[in-house]
């Protein structure tokens, strides 16, 4: 479970009702920031939207992909790297065949694939070309949820501000009327708070929590892609150590160094 999510969500929930409630009590949240009204046009009218955007297998895949927000990730460049390396020793000393037995104890799907490609005897460019085949697609998948939840997040403000101009037009219509200028008022104005956090709280940090979550294992399957193709090179193991630690931050680098001395 990732904690800074959640601390991340809660923490700034918290500081706004913080900020609506600071010297007026919570009996202020119920009375003036919640709206059925305004809830069920920016809410319903961005989910709508949405839906309308996408066939339901994909949108239901889209909301479920809220939940790879908490997730951490098992692997870690590191461990790939030391994983290959000892890969590189077993098949220096008894040849790319020996690796089959080894690939029971590959946790990664991806990893274990490349490695079968080449115990089969795969040439070394289709190798190449099977694995990047995959990344794209693997990238491809992600990138819908990733758009699912960026999308949400322009139709919050969009749907948010139509129900300001819903507000603004009735109350303008009913200026003789004193009592409906304040209800009409305060759907306009909090369905443009109810889009806002839609947006901000929500749908921004999924989208970029997402994306970093893709990029961190596109980059750990192009470690596996080039130490996979380094071993069916037969290329020496440092060699292929000092390589792949390219991937690496320096610190990363001077850490992975210590865990191999």
């Keep these: ?17 913080f900020g609506m409630v600071n010297g007026k009590g919570f009996g202020v ?13 920016t809410f319903g009218g961005s989910f709508g939207a949405i839906l309308a955007m996408n066939p339901m297998k994909d949108f239901i895949a889209g909301l479920k992909s809220f ?4 997730k951490v990730p098992k692997a870690n460049e590191t461990e790939t790297i030391k994983s290959i390396i000892e890969l590189s020793n077993l098949a220096r ?11 029971n104890n590959l946790e990664d799907d991806f990893m274990k694939k490349g490695v079968m490609l080449i115990v089969d005897g795969t040439d070394p460019e289709l190798v ?6 995959e990344l794209i697609n693997v990238d491809a998948r992600h990138q819908e949820n990733i758009g699912f939840w960026k999308n949400l997040g322009a139709m919050g403000p969009a749907w948010g501000m139509i129900g300001t101009l819903i507000g603004l037009i009735n109350m303008l219509k009913d200026l003789s009327d004193p009592d409906s200028i304040g209800p009409n008022m305060a759907v306009a104005l909090i369905t443009t708070l109810y889009g806002s956090v839609l947006a901000n709280w929500i749908c921004t940090p999924v989208a970029n929590k997402l994306t970093k979550q893709n990029d961190m294992e596109i980059k750990l399957k192009e470690v596996m892609i080039e130490g996979i193709l380094s071993i069916q090179a037969g290329e020496n193991p440092r060699v292929i150590e000092e390589k792949l630690k ?16």
Aim: net charge negative; no cysteine; hydrophobic share 55%.
């Design 93 to 103: 000393r008894e040849g790319l065949l020996a690796l089959e037995e080894s690939t």
């Design 128 to 133: 190449r070309s099977i694995l990047e085949a």
């Design 29 to 41: 949240i119920t009375d003036t920031f919640l709206d059925p009204a305004s809830a069920l046009i």
């Design 67 to 70: 939940t790879l927000v908490f």
């Design 1 to 17: 479970m990732d904690i800074a999510s959640i601390i991340g969500f809660i923490g700034a929930l918290a500081l706004m009702v």
């Design 246 to 261: 390219s991937f690496l931050a320096p610190k990363d680098r001077k850490a992975f160094g210590e865990e191999g001395a």
